[in-house]
């Protein structure tokens, strides 16, 4: 990695990874919080099966577990729909009022804080925790995520000029999914690490202590009910430790978040001055706006009837 990004620096003709544009600072902020994400994202992904099918009393079958993960994603579905119509324009209920909004930040705030705060009650959860209260918690989390997911996106390419737009698009897929590699990584570490110490005078024979070591987490065959009660205790830590880990990473975001900066979009700045340059024209003397076809339709048919 850090060869990569030497050879990018100094020697690169042609460079995949311009750094002019990390250098930019809200574009930097952009990458390093679509890095954080990453981290967030994929590593929740893979870590929540391990507590809903090793960790949980009684623990959840792969069915059951698929359905509860789909309580973080499908609303994720909705709210990037919902987001993509909402950065462009909104319409203030009651009043019949239509703004142009088109702006980003609020919606990135509003995303990265509502998932920030489930992701502090997401420490909460217990090995007997209801279906129920998971359910509300990673709701609530795929909401707020929702709101981000292509918001940064277009944050990123509003800001970089429109010749480096598909490279600021690589950029920002390349952060998000290097911080999934670098975040899964770490939270195996953590895992790892807690059970290690919590078993480590628990009286485990040496090759159980093997096998519980990796990425999997199984409770292997062999163990006693209560050297299984004490594992399965240790792991609960190990998952607590890596929604800590998690919980830090969302908040990181929500912070970086706060001063990218907000240009809006660039369509609507086009629109506007093309709508003001119209209208200055019509205004100039001497000048008269020249009727369209259907207003030359209207005014041959008004003619023939009188």
């Not at 574009?27 to 990458?31: D, K, V």
């Not at 609530?140 to 944050?155: P, R």
């Given at each position: 990695m850090t060869l990569f990004i030497i050879i990018e620096w100094k020697y690169a003709a042609l460079p995949i990874l311009p750094l002019h544009l990390i250098r930019h600072r809200s574009?930097?902020?952009?990458?390093l919080i679509s890095f954080l994400s990453g981290i967030y994202y994929y590593t929740n992904a893979y870590f929540l099966p391990i507590y809903f099918q090793v960790v949980m009393a009684p623990p959840a079958g792969p069915i059951l577990s698929s359905g509860l993960?789909?309580?973080l994603f499908l609303p994720q579905i909705a709210t990037a729909m919902m987001a993509g119509f909402a950065v462009q324009r909104y319409i203030l209920s009651g009043l019949h009022i239509d703004f142009r909004l088109g702006h980003y930040n609020p919606f990135?705030?509003?995303?990265?804080g509502v998932y920030f705060i489930a992701a502090g009650v997401q420490t909460t959860f217990q090995r007997n925790t209801s279906h129920a209260y998971i359910v509300g918690i990673l709701c609530?989390?795929?909401?707020?995520?929702?709101?981000?997911?292509?918001?940064?996106?277009?944050?990123a390419q509003s800001l970089a000029s429109p010749q480096d737009r598909a490279v600021v698009t690589g950029i920002r897929n390349f952060a998000r999914f290097t911080g999934g590699s670098f975040g899964l990584a770490i939270a195996s570490a953590i895992m790892n690490n807690v059970i290690t110490s919590r078993i480590a005078n628990a009286g485990f024979p040496q090759a159980i202590v093997d096998q519980i070591k990796g990425a999997s987490f199984n409770i292997p065959l062999g163990l006693t009910s209560e050297q299984?009660?004490?594992?399965?205790?240790?792991?609960?830590?190990?998952v607590r430790g890596v929604f800590w880990f998690?919980?830090?990473?969302?908040?990181?975001?929500?912070?970086?978040?706060?001063?990218?900066?907000?240009?809006?979009?660039?369509?609507?700045?086009?629109?506007d001055s093309n709508e003001g340059a119209e209208a200055q024209e019509a205004q100039e003397p001497g000048l008269e706006m020249v009727p369209n076809q259907e207003e030359k339709s209207e005014a041959i048919r008004?003619?023939?009837e009188e």
């Open positions: 574009l930097g902020l952009l990458s993960l789909q309580a990135l705030w509003f995303g990265y609530t989390e795929g909401f707020g995520v929702g709101w981000t997911i292509q918001t940064a996106l277009v944050a299984t009660q004490v594992l399965l205790d240790a792991e609960m830590q190990g998690l919980l830090g990473a969302a908040g990181l975001t929500f912070f970086l978040s706060l001063p990218v900066e907000d240009k809006g979009l660039p369509g609507d700045e086009k629109n008004t003619e023939k």
